[in-house]
């Protein structure tokens, strides 16, 4: 195959669209035989480029290429993976290009290079030399609100958003305590940190549309976002996510698609491949957001809450992404724990020029249920309450019809998770030993704190799922979804609910881990634990619709009443007792090739969900520290969780475990730390401090398992839950030890050293 070698400014951008003939690539070649783009990155964090000096990186054999931001559409779009919204107040902030000469974060995108080879690629973005003006840098919302501060983003205010919920008088209920906390609490910038980096390919398909292979949680919202980057209509983009490794949020974002796309444009439709470095996926795609919380919590003497109050200042970074969607959500799941009279949540989001955040498992949950958990330990301290005695005397009761979110929190089982864990955990004998460690260098103590989680985004945001099975000869069934399995199970569990809707056995479904914007039905995909609640009932619904039409077609070949008919065990048998009148596999043959009734059997359904169900639960977890250090060793943590009928044990396990191990290292090790020139200082994996399997003890986890009344086959939410409650367990359990309440996270033996010593425990 001949192809063009197209140098740099050759085409315009308007005649690119035109060029035919260059489309006869299948995905597998596409992957092996790509030209690859390598972005050039700006080296300050606040300012814009003068001017791009090209003369040395043409020279880089092998170069295909150079592309600046003139060269691509400017139609600003937004990158965060939401549903698309018909209100236009209610979509996300447009304030993305695909390159951009204005610099609102270090390693801001400023070109493009297309090459033959990686290396001729990496070799011509160094040799490109640009000149900057710089403006002032702001790492902290503070800064960047401040009266002189510069427009981040010129056309929009550096207050992103600023939202006030709540009911109630806090000024009365505070006047009505006994015991007022008002304290402050800020939590980091913390890494996905996946095992797969992001990664896309693009070329032209046989039909002149683009195709793109991409590594992403949101395939049909990636379709989208492609087209209005690019100014094309949505059908002529067709995106293929394979199996990949790892999202957590971070691939809730677009962040290279619509360039690559671009870029193959620019190339005659050549297939063009992106592949961030671990660097690049550390420090510029997505992190979460760190948010700083000034809490006041009012307690009578008894126990009784009268007022939460929270102050909540949330660091979007340099671009808007998901935005004040985190840093806002707050207040009802406050809401949905803890019963208080009068509650207020007021929050800003603010742009500063850190790296953007965006969605992270969680999706805000852990950084408020940091503050407060933690301010909630602390009034029980200042009582003398037990603190778990304390929680259970404040919690909602199931059932409790949530004001500020209005969703009614039918089997809302948080006093259980506490009493179960209490005993699981042995959490009075450990506290009572810990007693035995509160002098000395190595000093224990033990913690819990609680955590409530949606699953889903209704009333907030839209809940579209669909499936498809198709009947194979041989009995066996496709299942075809949009939902997206990123590693978390879901294509498992998804498995197990259309055969045990339909009555046949596991192995009779077959799902494969692609999906495909052309093939699959819509669904919004993978993020804010949904999959198995929302795209559950459109798997439910279309398992039933198929069975119907199967039992419908054994009553016209085997002239037997639907009403008699059932499929049990991979059989069509008679439904008094169970009697065969045929096997799956003899009917499926019949059905496709009977004279008189054969043909395909097909079904398909597509769901809105307009309720939601509440999950929750707590973590525990066993502490010592070294007071001459400032280490901090977990000896023992177990979460109990409230997720509902648990559909599949083994995969529930390795989600809890694996979020676990995400929550402690949230309170313990992780954030990304930037000088005060905006530039990342620790975006690798030597640096940015992950905890290893020799960093973390054997988690212990219990379920609190009933059937949840909404949930389509019983089931509430769990992938994101795991991590919201250990890093506040983690505090709690440092202040047992130590008699001192460190209110940032991470707990870094530096950061619990300098409190220690300031607290007076450390002498000098």
């Given at each position: 195959?001949?192809?063009?070698?197209?140098g740099h400014?050759?085409?315009?951008?308007?005649?690119?669209?035109?060029v035919?003939?260059?489309a006869?690539f299948?995905?597998d070649f596409?992957?092996?035989?790509?030209?690859?783009?390598?972005?050039?990155?700006?080296?300050?964090?606040?300012?814009?480029?003068v001017?791009?000096?090209?003369?040395?990186?043409?020279?880089v054999?092998?170069?295909?290429?150079?592309?600046?931001?003139?060269?691509?559409?400017?139609?600003?779009?937004?990158?965060?993976g939401?549903?698309?919204?018909?209100?236009p107040?209610?979509?996300d902030?447009?304030d993305?290009?695909?390159?951009?000469?204005?610099?609102?974060?270090?390693?801001?995108e400023?070109?493009?290079?297309?090459?033959?080879?990686?290396?001729?690629a990496?070799i011509?973005?160094?040799?490109?030399?640009?000149?900057?003006?710089?403006?002032p840098?702001?790492?902290t919302?503070q800064?960047?609100?401040?009266?002189?501060?510069?427009r981040?983003?010129?056309?929009?205010d550096?207050?992103?958003?600023?939202?006030?919920?709540g009911?109630?008088e806090?000024?009365?209920?505070?006047?009505?305590a006994?015991?007022?906390?008002?304290?402050?609490f800020?939590?980091?910038?913390?890494?996905?940190?996946?095992m797969?980096k992001?990664v896309?390919?693009?070329?032209r398909?046989?039909?002149?549309?683009?195709?793109?292979?991409?590594?992403?949680?949101?395939?049909?919202?990636?379709?989208?976002?492609?087209?209005q980057?690019?100014?094309?209509?949505?059908s002529?983009i067709?995106?293929?996510?394979?199996?990949?490794?790892?999202?957590?949020?971070?691939?809730?974002?677009?962040?290279?698609?619509?360039?690559?796309?671009a870029?193959?444009?620019l190339?005659?439709?050549?297939?063009?491949?992106?592949?961030?470095?671990?660097?690049e996926?550390l420090?510029?795609?997505?992190?979460?957001?760190a948010i700083?919380y000034?809490v006041a919590?009012?307690v009578?003497q008894?126990?009784?809450?009268?007022?939460?109050?929270?102050?909540?200042?949330?660091n979007?970074g340099?671009?808007?992404?998901?935005?004040?969607?985190?840093?806002?959500?707050?207040?009802?799941?406050?809401?949905?724990l803890?019963?208080?009279?009068?509650?207020?949540?007021?929050?800003?989001?603010?742009?500063t020029?850190?790296?953007?955040?965006?969605?992270?498992?969680?999706?805000?949950?852990?950084?408020?249920m940091?503050?407060?958990?933690?301010?909630?330990?602390?009034?029980?301290d200042?009582?003398?309450m037990?603190?778990?005695?304390f929680?259970?005397?404040?919690?909602?009761p199931?059932?409790?019809?949530?004001?500020l979110?209005?969703?009614q929190?039918?089997?809302?089982?948080?006093?259980?998770?506490?009493?179960?864990?209490?005993?699981?955990?042995?959490?009075?004998?450990?506290l009572?030993?810990?007693?035995?460690?509160k002098?000395g260098?190595k000093?224990?103590?033990?913690?819990?704190?609680s955590?409530s989680?949606?699953?889903?985004?209704?009333?907030?945001g839209?809940e579209?799922?669909?499936?498809?099975?198709?009947?194979?000869?041989?009995?066996?069934?496709?299942?075809?979804?949009?939902?997206?399995?990123?590693?978390?199970?879901s294509?498992t569990t998804?498995s197990q609910?259309?055969?045990?809707?339909?009555?046949?056995s596991?192995?009779k479904?077959?799902?494969?881990?692609?999906?495909d914007?052309?093939?699959?039905?819509f669904?919004?995909g993978?993020?804010?634990?949904?999959?198995?609640?929302?795209t559950?009932?459109?798997?439910?619904e279309?398992a039933?619709?198929?069975?119907?039409?199967?039992?419908?077609r054994?009553?016209?070949?085997y002239?037997?009443?639907?009403?008699y008919?059932?499929i049990?065990?991979?059989?069509?048998?008679y439904?008094?007792?169970?009697q065969l009148v045929?096997?799956?596999?003899?009917?499926?043959?019949?059905?496709?090739?009977?004279?008189?009734?054969?043909?395909?059997?097909?079904?398909?359904?597509?769901?809105?969900?307009?309720?939601?169900?509440?999950a929750?639960g707590?973590?525990?977890?066993?502490?010592?520290v070294d007071?001459?250090?400032?280490q901090?060793?977990?000896?023992?943590?177990?979460?109990?969780?409230?997720?509902?009928?648990?559909?599949?044990?083994?995969?529930?396990?390795?989600?809890?475990?694996?979020?676990?191990?995400m929550?402690?290292?949230?309170g313990?090790?992780?954030?990304?730390?930037?000088s005060?020139?905006?530039?990342p200082?620790?975006?690798?994996?030597?640096?940015?401090k992950?905890?290893t399997?020799?960093?973390?003890?054997?988690?212990?986890?219990?379920?609190?398992?009933?059937?949840?009344?909404?949930?389509?086959?019983?089931?509430?939410?769990?992938?994101?839950?795991?991590?919201?409650?250990?890093?506040p367990?983690?505090?709690?359990?440092?202040k047992?030890?130590?008699?001192?309440?460190?209110?940032?996270?991470?707990?870094?033996?530096?950061?619990?050293?300098?409190?220690?010593?300031?607290?007076?425990?450390i002498?000098?």
């Open positions: 195959m001949k192809h063009q070698t197209i400014n050759e085409t315009r951008w308007d005649a690119i669209a035109k035919k003939g260059e006869n299948t995905d596409a992957i092996r035989n790509c030209l690859y783009a390598k972005i050039l990155r700006a080296t300050i964090a606040h300012g814009r480029v001017d791009y000096d090209l003369t040395e990186a043409r020279q054999p092998g170069v295909i290429k150079i592309v600046l931001p003139e060269d691509l559409p400017q139609n600003q779009y937004a990158t965060a939401h549903p698309y919204a018909m209100i107040a209610k979509r902030i447009e993305r290009l695909m390159l951009n000469r204005e610099i609102h974060v270090y390693g801001e400023i070109a493009a290079v297309v090459a033959k080879t990686e290396l001729a990496e011509a973005v160094s040799k490109i030399k640009v000149t900057y003006e710089e403006y840098v702001y790492l919302p800064a960047a609100m401040a009266p002189d501060a510069r981040i983003h010129p056309e929009r550096n207050i992103i958003a600023n939202t006030n919920v009911f109630g806090i000024d009365t209920g505070l006047a009505e006994d015991v007022v906390i008002k304290e402050e800020s939590t980091g910038v913390q890494q996905h940190a996946h797969e992001q896309a390919v693009a070329y398909g046989e039909d002149q549309r683009w195709i793109c292979i991409s590594s992403t949680q949101i395939p049909h919202i990636c379709r989208r976002i492609i087209g980057a690019l100014g094309l209509p949505w002529q067709r995106v293929k996510k394979p199996f990949i490794g790892g999202g957590f949020g971070n691939k809730q974002d677009i962040t290279i698609e619509p360039l690559v796309v870029l193959s444009m190339c005659g439709g050549r297939p063009v491949k992106i592949n961030l470095t671990r660097e996926s420090a510029n795609t997505r992190t979460r957001h700083d000034q919590l009012g009578k008894d126990g009784h809450i009268t007022a939460i109050d929270f102050d909540v200042l949330s979007q340099g671009y808007a992404s998901h935005g004040h969607a985190i840093g806002g959500k707050g207040g009802s799941f406050i809401n949905a803890y019963a208080s009279d009068n509650l207020r949540y007021a929050a800003k989001t603010v742009y020029n850190i790296a953007a955040a965006g969605a992270m498992r969680g999706y805000g949950i852990p950084q408020v940091y503050a407060l958990e933690a301010a909630i330990d602390d009034a029980a200042k009582l003398g037990d603190p778990i005695d929680r259970l005397q404040n919690t909602r199931e059932g409790y019809l949530n004001s979110s209005q969703v929190q039918f089997n809302f089982k948080i006093n259980d998770c506490l009493k179960r864990g209490r005993e699981a955990f042995d959490y009075d004998r450990k009572a030993d810990s007693q035995n460690y002098t260098d000093r224990r103590g033990v913690g819990v704190a955590f989680y949606g699953s889903g985004t209704y009333p907030f839209l579209v799922a669909g499936a498809r099975l198709i009947l194979i000869q041989d009995g066996s069934f496709k299942l075809m979804l949009g939902a997206t399995e990123i590693g978390q199970g294509d998804f609910m259309a055969a045990d809707t339909l009555g046949v596991y192995d479904i077959i799902r494969d881990a692609i999906t914007t052309d093939i699959d039905p669904d919004t993978a993020y804010a634990s949904r999959q198995t609640y929302i559950g009932f459109a798997v439910q279309c039933e619709k198929m069975k119907a039409k199967i039992l419908q054994a009553a016209e070949l002239d037997i009443r639907t009403e008919l059932d049990v065990d991979n059989n069509i048998v439904t008094h007792n169970n045929v096997s799956m596999a003899d009917f499926a043959m019949a059905s496709f090739y009977d004279m008189a009734h054969g043909r395909a059997i097909v079904a398909e359904s597509s769901v809105n969900i307009h309720h939601n169900s509440y929750c707590c973590t525990f977890a066993e502490v010592e007071v001459a250090t400032g901090i060793t977990l000896l023992s943590c177990m979460n109990v969780h409230d997720s509902g009928k648990i559909i599949n044990p083994l995969l529930a396990s390795g989600q809890v475990e694996g979020g676990m191990a929550g402690v290292a949230f313990l090790s992780e954030g990304l730390r930037y005060p020139e905006g530039k200082l620790n975006n690798n994996l030597l640096d940015y992950i905890p399997t020799m960093d973390l003890p054997d988690f212990e986890m219990a379920f609190i398992e009933s059937e949840d009344p909404l949930g389509p086959y019983g089931n509430k939410s769990l992938g994101e839950n795991p991590l919201c409650s250990p890093a367990a983690i505090r709690n359990a440092v047992n030890a130590t008699g001192v309440a460190i209110n940032q996270i991470p707990l870094a033996p530096q950061k619990v050293f300098e409190a220690l010593k300031q607290a007076g425990v002498e000098e």
